[in-house]
């Protein structure tokens, strides 16, 4: 079974700065997708970043940005120039990309509160 | 565009009740779940469904049941609501189940059971 681990279950970033926040996962497979989800006080999960295993060019969307070591299994999220809406709950989640596969699996989310 | 809307956004029920949580999607997608979120647990898979007719379980499916009789809909029932399934539930689809495609959320539905 897969798991994934963010350990840190809070964090803050002054507006305008950059942020990373991390995520490691355990698995025995070598075709996946890794996510980032983002989920503000609307509740609402909003696809953030996606990344797939065999790639190895690291994810870009606008100021997010990935650091996937698939060896050490570990998928960061950075968030440069910080903006206010960005404070939200932050979840990291894998999916093995098999045939049969369904299941997300999730992170325990990390919060992200953006200071001005 | 709706993509994929839940119904009620709240819900407060007694203990042993029942009641369907309502999830429709107009993007055609075959594949449908069911998420259920904890404090501190992240998203947990309840069960989920790869086209019309065909569910199956996820990781915690006791105490739910589903169908799936159209591609647009896919309810969750509660069977006999007990205060541990005070939770929000988040409906998804994706046209594949596999990551390859994006995933869709509803809005969730926050479940109090007294």
């Known amino acids: 079974a897969q798991t994934v681990t963010q350990s840190q279950p809070e964090m803050s970033v002054q507006e305008a700065e950059t942020v990373t926040l991390s995520c490691t996962y355990d698995t025995s497979e070598s075709n996946y997708y890794l996510f980032w989800y983002k989920q503000p006080p609307s509740r609402q999960m909003i696809l953030v970043i996606r990344?797939?295993?065999?790639?190895?060019q690291n994810a870009t969307e606008n100021r997010f940005s990935v650091n996937f070591q698939k060896a050490a299994k570990s998928f960061s999220l950075k968030i440069s120039d910080s903006q206010l809406g960005d404070t939200a709950m932050y979840f990291c989640?894998?999916?093995?990309?098999?045939?049969?596969?369904?299941?997300?699996?999730f992170g325990k989310g990390t919060k992200l509160s953006v200071i001005p | 565009n709706a993509g994929v809307t839940q119904t009620p956004k709240f819900q407060v029920l007694k203990t042993g009740q029942s009641m369907t949580l309502q999830c429709a999607q107009d993007?055609?997608?075959?594949?449908m779940s069911w998420y259920r979120q904890d404090p501190g647990m992240g998203l947990r898979l309840i069960h989920y469904?790869?086209?019309?007719?065909?569910?199956d379980q996820g990781e915690v499916p006791n105490g739910y049941n589903v169908s799936r009789s159209t591609t647009e809909d896919f309810p969750l029932r509660l069977l006999s609501a007990a205060p541990s399934q005070t939770s929000v539930y988040f409906c998804?689809?994706?046209?594949?189940?596999?990551?390859?495609?994006?995933?869709?959320f509803g809005q969730g539905t926050r479940l109090t059971v007294v």
């Open positions: 993007m055609n997608h075959e594949y």
């Open positions: 989640a894998f999916i093995y990309s098999g045939a049969g596969s369904y299941q997300l699996t």
């Open positions: 990344q797939e295993a065999y790639k190895q």
């Open positions: 998804a689809s994706s046209y594949g189940g596999t990551g390859a495609t994006e995933a869709f």
């Open positions: 469904s790869v086209g019309a007719g065909i569910t």
